[in-house]
Every structure is written in C-alpha cells, then in structure tokens.
C-alpha cells in the first residue's frame, strides 16, 4: 500500500532520514495529545467504575494500565496509518513511508512497542539508528519503514 497522499504532504517532497533530534521533539509534541487522550480514557474509565478509583493492587490495577496503553498504542498506529505521520511529526515536517504492498496496523503496532521498549532503556536503541547509514533504528529496517524529513515543495 502507498503512502496516502492529503493536501499536507502534496505540498512537500520527502527528503533525507530525519535526524533523531527531530523524531525527540516530535515525541515531545505528541506526548501533550497523549495525555490529553489519557485524561479522556480515565474519565470513561470513571464512568464505567461510577466514580470509584481503580485499587492500586490487584487486577483491576493492571487492566487499567492496560486500558491506557491501548489507547496510546491506538493514537500511533490510527495515525501512522491514516495519513504517515502524527500531530507532532506534522509539527516537525516528518513523514513516515513504509514499503509496499505491506498491510499498516501489524508493522504499525509492532514499532509501537518497539519505541514503548526503547522508552523503558532510557532511549540506547533508538542511539542505535546513529551506526546505520540511513539513520534507521533495528525496527525500522525490519518492518521495511523510514522517517524522513519534508521539505518545502520547490517553485
């Protein structure tokens, strides 16, 4: 499947692998959506519970938490799919592009818990993607996907 093509990314022409720094302060920009979005997944939370908190042990606990990462996983994987690329990484000019004829939600999920692994060890693998020519981390050279920076359509 080719990248979709919006009146976004029609106005530019993808470029080189974008440098981490960029993909970090994407992260960033993305990071204020997601607990906007886990603010509105607690609420429907509390309505299911009727206002009671979650215990903190037991497995109520775990199927919150549980809850939330999906609701974060959902996020990634809605907008590398519809459109290659979230609010932050539009913010930041940076496209997503995976190979075709590849389906998008399996490769898609996959690179979220990648990145939720690389979040856990402080960020080392995504150090990684410095050793590869093409400044690609270990996912993305196995599920066939590159982060490139966009730049402005030439006149």
Not at 8 to 22: D, N, S, V, Y
Not at 65 to 82: M, Q
Not at 100 to 124: E, N, T
């Amino acid at each position: 499947m080719t990248q979709p093509e919006t009146p976004a990314t029609e106005e530019r022409q993808p470029a080189e692998t974008a440098p981490l720094w960029r993909r970090a302060a994407a992260l960033f920009y993305d990071l204020l959506f997601v607990i906007a979005l886990l603010i509105l997944a607690t609420f429907l939370a509390l309505a299911v519970t009727r206002g009671e908190p979650v215990p903190p042990d037991g497995p109520g606990q775990w199927l919150y938490r549980a809850w939330l990462l999906a609701w974060i996983a959902g996020y990634f994987v809605f907008f590398w799919c519809r459109v290659g690329q979230t609010p932050g990484m539009k913010v930041w000019r940076l496209l997503l592009l995976r190979q075709p004829p590849r389906s998008c939600a399996g490769p898609a999920f996959l690179r979220f818990l990648y990145g939720v692994f690389s979040l856990c060890l402080a960020g080392l693998p995504f150090l990684l993607a410095l050793a590869d020519e093409k400044r690609r981390t270990w996912i993305d050279r196995k599920l066939g996907m590159r982060v490139v920076r966009l730049l402005p359509r030439r006149r």
